[in-house]
């Protein structure tokens, strides 16, 4: 009986297990701040999470001295995984202490199965001084 419970137990782990999903996205880009290159400026690829479960880092990089990026991450989910990009700058921020925190949700059909990315959502050339109708400000991540 204890044997039979306990080979219960063990095939439910296993199949919890296989219920996570790998899936990864990526995402990539240039931000400019006026006519200038926006370099050195902190972009993250993130799974937006809810609930206690805290949001997972996916990729985190620095924009160059042209202001271009490239972010690309993976993680295990039972479901979709929520991606989202988070641009934190100083473009434009009148002296504020804090950075400005720019959140650009990633589309699903960029979701894709497995460690490695099929396809890269392009954001293009983006200008940070544009000022975002619900962007915040961010004064943890001060390089």
């Known amino acids: 009986m204890k044997s039979c419970i306990l080979l219960a137990l063990f095939c439910t782990l296993l199949g919890t297990c296989y219920a996570f999903r790998q899936q990864s996205a990526g995402v990539r880009g240039r931000l400019m701040c006026g006519d200038k290159p926006a ?15 805290p949001d997972d880092t996916l990729d ?3 924009t160059d001295s042209e ?3 490239q972010l690309k991450g993976d993680t295990r989910e039972m479901t979709n995984i929520d991606p989202e990009v988070r641009i934190y ?6 002296g504020l202490p804090c950075q400005r925190e720019w959140v ?6 960029y979701i894709s199965s497995g460690a490695t990315p ?7 050339v ?5 000022e975002l109708e619900d962007e915040d400000q961010d004064c943890i991540h001060r390089k």
Do not use: Q, T, W
């Open 126 to 130: 983006m200008n940070l001084e544009v």
């Open 39 to 53: 370099a050195n400026v902190l972009v993250k690829l993130m799974d937006e999470d809810d609930g206690p479960d």
């Open 89 to 94: 700058h100083d473009c434009l921020d009148y």
């Open 60 to 62: 985190s990089v620095y």
């Open 118 to 124: 099929k396809k890269f959502m392009e954001l293009g």
């Open 104 to 109: 650009i949700r990633v589309p699903d059909k």
């Open 67 to 69: 202001g271009k990026f």
